[in-house]
């Protein structure tokens, strides 16, 4: 679901390009309190900032919505009388 989520919020930019390649991620690798994804797609020169930005940004608000839980980390403490 993470992975059609990212893929999904890239595509749906107007700037986003098909060619040479459709946006697509890949899990990488498994943290101590996350999974970490990156998520690649092509965009014109001139619109690599407003891309990077405009897809980070709606990434957040696409997780909501189909709703995945981004991971933070936690700390549990146990005390003893």
Not at 19 to 26: D, I, L, W
């Amino acid at each position: 679901q993470v992975i059609d989520t990212l893929v999904a919020a890239a595509a749906a930019e107007a700037f986003t390009l098909t060619e040479p390649e459709k946006p697509y991620a890949v899990l990488m690798s498994y943290g101590e309190s996350c999974v970490n994804y990156t998520l690649r797609f092509w965009v014109k020169v001139d619109d690599y900032w407003t891309g990077l930005f405009t897809v980070n940004q709606k990434i957040k608000a696409s997780f909501d919505a189909a709703g995945v839980q981004m991971s933070y980390p936690h700390l549990n403490v146990h005390l003893d009388k």
